[in-house]
């Protein structure tokens, strides 16, 4: 069975966790046949900025739209 969609955000300067290991992994789980994306941001580092939490936001609210 099918994992539920996954993107991943990671900034370019991330010297905790490299770039390289997040394309990694996204490459990894789209092998296996599932949705995954990742969004790179330039020169961000380890950290959550406020474009990566409204990209989230905005991935939410498509990815779960609110009933009218």
């Not at 390289?20 to 992994?25: I, M, S, Y």
């Not at 969004?39 to 991935?59: F, N, S």
């Amino acid at each position: 069975s099918h994992a539920a969609p996954l993107l991943a955000f990671h900034g370019t300067e991330d010297n905790v966790l490299a770039l390289k290991w997040g394309r990694e992994a996204v490459s990894a789980f789209k092998e296996q046949g599932n949705d995954a994306q990742i969004k790179e941001y330039a020169g961000v580092g380890h950290t959550i900025t406020p474009q990566m939490r409204t990209d989230l936001m905005d991935a939410i609210g498509k990815a779960l739209p609110l009933a009218t």
